[in-house]
């Protein structure tokens, strides 16, 4: 399961209709979302990058003889959750794992997931569903965010001073009301990261908060590059994103870029995990290890 993405700049204000459970933007929302898609192409590339990690994954676990299938399910576009439940129910599985390709736990984001899979079930009571609520302690997902880390960190002069800045989207700040483990999640597989890296210093920011009235999780990457000096580098590494879609290519490659520009600053973000050969091996191992509950 994914977030999902407009495919065309029409679906742009039914798409944000739909976040917002079907209540309409603003106008001008509408229209900076589309200059946003316009900078990176039109449109991303969010729904075809995941079906080729689910047609990746479908390999690698069906490499033993595992007899699975992988359907991918998005939260707020087509192919919805809701669409694709039927299908899956139709081949009379014994089981269906859910896996949200979000590694770290919020009540806000994966909980939305288990609600769209559970009014999706509501007239299914037979098959046994396993909900994945988070695997941002996997061995796996460490190494793979790892290696981008040190592909990345080679694009710099040897001699170079990096700071690194690992990032994930922002929520609103009311989560910590809730003890939500969001937060602490992040840190956590950051320092795992960190730690595999070999990074003595490094730091946390959040990225793409909503445009909205109330206050989300801070600092900003913006915020956190303008506490820099001219002439510094910079590595963003965004762990609590999977793939490349608008928070990637805009977000970071044309904000946060532009912005580091205009500070003197020298920024490299570290590539998506899209298909990557151990990020499949990460998502296959969450599977497996759910397949080998009781």
Do not use: C
């Not at 859910?98 to 288990?114: E, M, V, W």
């Not at 490299?268 to 969450?286: C, G, Q, Y």
Request: negative net charge; aromatic residues 8%.
């Amino acid at each position: 399961m994914a977030y999902g993405t407009p495919s065309s700049e029409a679906e742009i204000a039914p798409y944000l209709a739909d976040i917002r459970h079907g209540r309409p933007s603003r106008r001008e929302i509408v229209e900076e979302l589309k200059q946003r898609y316009r900078k990176i192409g039109g449109r991303s590339p969010l729904l075809e990058i995941t079906n080729a990690q689910a047609s990746a994954l479908q390999e690698e676990l069906n490499s033993n003889r595992e007899m699975v299938k992988v359907h991918v399910g998005m939260k707020h576009w087509h192919p919805y959750i809701r669409e694709v439940v039927p299908q899956i129910l139709r081949d009379n599985p014994n089981r269906i794992i859910a896996l949200a390709l979000a590694p770290h736990y919020s009540q806000i984001s994966i909980g939305g997931y288990r609600q769209a899979l559970d009014e999706a079930l509501s007239n299914s009571s037979s098959v046994r569903v396993d909900f994945v609520e988070s695997w941002y302690d996997n061995s796996l997902f460490h190494q793979a965010v790892a290696e981008k880390a040190r592909d990345a960190l080679r694009k710099f002069p040897a001699s170079a001073k990096v700071k690194v800045v690992f990032t994930a989207h922002s929520l609103p700040e009311r989560i910590l009301e809730l003890n939500d483990p969001y937060p602490s999640q992040l840190q956590a597989s950051s320092k795992a990261v960190a730690d595999l890296v070999g990074l003595d210093e490094w730091s946390f920011a959040y990225q793409s908060a909503g445009m909205t009235g109330e206050k989300w999780l801070g600092p900003d990457i913006l915020e956190k590059l303008n506490s820099y000096s001219a002439g510094e580098n910079v590595l963003v590494v965004p762990i609590g994103f999977v793939a490349d879609h608008l928070e990637i290519l805009y977000d970071i490659d044309v904000e946060a870029r532009e912005f580091a520009n205009s500070r003197g600053l020298r920024l490299i973000r570290t590539e998506s995990l899209n298909t990557s050969p151990t990020f499949i091996r990460t998502l296959a191992d969450v599977v497996k290890r759910r397949l080998e509950t009781n």
